[in-house]
């Protein structure tokens, strides 16, 4: 099945009809987010079903992320759950590259994006491995393993590393928003 797509110029015109789902990490969220969003992490979203299911019963659920990639497969997910939703073309990026303002929230420090996490831990790997490799050669294994999972990341489309990082405390949502997102959603009033 194949996930509905919109551009930013047309969500900009109809934003206020959307209930926004940022799927991206709660720092990557921090750092700038399409106005009314709500962060739901994507490795989170199973637990957001019921509670996306009334917002779509409201109306149009449009999804969110960096460059459009997790906020696709969230759709996917979504729709395996009969739950329709849209996905925003070009995410954040291509959203703050037409113009449009991002929201950032107030007195939480901004977060890297996952793009920037990866590249670099894999860069600082690459290195260390490198340095170690001056007194222990089989250490240059390491960026080569690391080169390898880059290439196998570029090849697929998928990214182990960023699955990785996904999983630390910075880039984990607290229990207490990841609620608060979902009693939003589900008290928001219908469009």
Known sequence: MTTPVTDPVQVAARLPRYTV?????????????????HNIPLDHLHTALPALKAA???GDLLVV??????????????AAA??????????????????HPLDRPRG?????????QVRFAAGSLVLLGLALGRRAPRARLLSAAIGS???FSAVTDTC??????AKLPHNRPRREDLDATLDALNADEPR
Request: include cysteine; glycine fraction near 14%; charge should be negative.
């Open 160 to 165: 182990g590393m960023a699955a990785v990082l």
């Open 56 to 58: 779509a019963a409201r």
């Open 82 to 99: 009969d739950i329709p939703a849209t996905s925003l073309a070009g995410g954040t990026t291509a959203w703050a590259e037409e113009g």
């Open 21 to 37: 789902v940022d799927v991206r990490t709660p720092g990557e969220y921090a750092a700038g987010h399409v106005p009314g969003a």
């Open 108 to 116: 939480r420090a901004a977060g890297w994006a996952m793009e920037r």
């Open 65 to 78: 992320c960096a460059s459009g990639q997790r906020s696709a497969s969230a759709c996917a997910e979504l």
């Open 149 to 151: 999972g880059l290439v």
